[in-house]
């Protein structure tokens, strides 16, 4: 049974950082492409970044690239997404998600991903 769990999740102010974790069991998350989404209040879902497996490339929403970073711990089977300068536009639930593909779902589609777990709440605000 696989489950994934999202965490790390808080209340930030601007120009702070965050680290959010994303733990898996019942599937190895260093065979497989690990995304991110998140959805704010009254918009649509957005993709954050991805992570390759096999060649570990990395891929950023426009809205995040130069602050958010995504890596592996693959010995605790998780994966973790870093953010700093957080801005208030960051404010959302977001959303870890895997499937059994090695590459990450093209044009930021990680919600498609077949296996999601519940979301992690981040406020930034002063």
């Known amino acids: 049974h696989v489950q994934l769990q999202a965490s790390g999740g808080g209340l930030v102010q601007p120009g702070g950082s965050l680290r959010l974790s994303c733990e898996a069991s019942?599937?190895?998350?260093?065979?497989?492409?690990v995304g991110w989404f998140r959805q704010a209040p009254g918009k649509e879902r957005e993709g954050v970044s991805c992570?390759?497996?096999?060649?570990?490339?990395?891929y950023y929403g426009e809205a995040v690239k130069g602050r958010f970073t995504l890596f592996r711990d693959n010995v605790k089977n998780t994966v973790y997404l870093r953010m700093e300068n957080l801005k208030t536009e960051d404010t959302a639930v977001y959303y870890c998600a895997t499937d059994h593909t090695s590459h990450c779902p093209p044009a930021g589609d990680y919600d498609g991903m077949h296996y999601r777990g519940k979301g992690t709440q981040v406020t930034v605000s002063s």
């Open positions: 019942g599937i190895t998350l260093d065979y497989y492409a």
């Open positions: 992570i390759n497996s096999r060649d570990g490339n990395t």
